[in-house]
């Protein structure tokens, strides 16, 4: 089988809402998008996924889909839309939309129905239960089952007309569609398919694994602390999904040339992974997992933890062995949901922010897999100052906030330290295009402040200094583009008991690649087997000055390639 595009592809993400605002309402839009695609296109990148452009209440920030054909105003119109995919496609680079169809909004027209009472045709395209046997119904404790929902609270919400119960396992405005009803899954492939014929390229798939549920619905192990259950091994990976993907597949997928699709899988294990991306199996090409962004917190998700680099060392070298014979890795430092990289695993103070943005990029985009970069990534973009709770929007960071002050009875102060460290909002802030108030984002009042760092750290400074974060990222994408041990060279992870130096090698024929990436603001030197002859290897990239005997500066990245003859 010959290989596919996508292998050797690099992908940007863009989060319309933040990206840039073209007419001053202070969110972002297609418009906005169209003004700055030679940015992305300079990068370099071959493919962008764009979050949810959907019409939308927002509650989600449009991962709550009230229409799946057609265009939020707040964003534009199909006609923009359409101008933005020629847009994308004269630059030579493929677009792929995020597709939402785990839950809806419930204000989608097929709720609307479902809700509109018990005999609703539609009644059953959504999970609707009694309430737990010999409870009343809405009273405390009746829901159908004990589970939690993502965003704080229970995971059911009560329907006083009907007497019933309905399922969301994100927002109360996020109900989840019921896929066991065929009629559910013909309407979400037909959709897909209108999209495709549209012109999009492929689909970027959210929570794809929560769409099989255990139909008997079993009770979760109760959260410590919380008065709500556990319900993910009831719903993760359950036991149709692999089933749904594949059918997918054959309705939508087979016979269409050059698509990429992916899946956003929480909690995939390697081992399903290796089953979801088997191109045998015709599921998905690829699915992100989460191992790597959980590497530094605990069963509770608002525990910090400091990052161990042997941990993460491990995960990826686990994914990396589980996937070198069969299926495809996706990479990812960031997207909408996580904190800054530079952040949170390298040094944002000013002394170091650019250069172990840089170590970042090369130690991540010099694995096996396809890269993603999300926006203002390529700017070595940080975390933000948020002063109080008032400064965030996240429904995730409002409903933890309220959950553990109001609740729990935790401090606001520990609580925000948290929310600083870990909120989506990070992500989220305007992306900084210049030096110019709301750092050239918008002409009005922008829907979450901006980093105030956009005075040092934009785009059009970036584009201009040959030394930026940026032109790093560029070099990357081009060594990945040009050097065939990038993309297909076997991988060996060296020095695994090492906590400063995150080193690999990258074996493809007659080329070895060897990576380095000192995780430390200490000077290290990497005591690797042969150190003598890669010392006079061909040094590719690094950031900063070249080094001797292998002896790195703090967060300094290395690539050197030895070509035996
Ligand atoms: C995914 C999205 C996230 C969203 C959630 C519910 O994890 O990436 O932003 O809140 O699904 O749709």
Known sequence: MQNPWWHSAVVYQIYPRS??????????????????????AGLGVDVIWLSPVYPSPQDDNGYDISDYQDIEPVFGTLADFDELLAGVHARGMKLVMDLVVNHSSDEHPWFVESRSGKASPKRDWYWWRPAREGMEPGSPGAEPTN??????GSAWEYDAASGEYFLHLFSRKQPDLNWENPAVREAIYAMMNWWLDRGVDGFRMDVIDHISKDTTLPDGALRPGTPYGDGGPHYLNGPRNHEFLHEMHQRVFAGRDELLTVGEMPGVTVDEAVKYTDPAREEVDMVFQFDHVWADRGADPWVLYPLRLTNLKAIFGRWQAGLAEVGWNSLYWNNHDQPRVVSRFGDDSPRYRERSAKMLGAVLHLHRGTPYVY?????????TPFAS????????????????????????EDVLTVL????RDNARTPMQWNASPQAGFTSGTPWLAVNPNYPQI?????????ESVYHFYRRLIELRHEEPAVVYGDFTMLLPHDE?????????????LLVIGNFSAETVRAEIDDAAAWETAELLLTNATPPQDLVLQPWQAVIYRAVRR
């Open 19 to 40: 990206f840039a605002d073209a007419d001053g309402d202070g969110m972002g839009d297609l418009r906005g998008i169209i003004e700055h695609l030679d940015h992305i």
């Open 147 to 152: 589970w939690g929902s993502a965003f704080g």
């Open 375 to 383: 926006q203002g990534e390529e700017l070595g973009m940080t975390n």
């Open 389 to 412: 709770i008032a400064d965030f929007r996240d429904i995730e960071a409002l409903g933890h906030y309220a959950q553990a002050v109001e609740h729990e009875g935790r401090s606001p």
């Open 420 to 423: 600083r460290a870990r909120s």
């Open 458 to 466: 934009n785009a059009e400074s970036a584009v201009k200094d040959e």
């Open 500 to 512: 400063r130096l995150y080193a690999f090698t990258r074996a493809h024929g007659d080329t070895t």
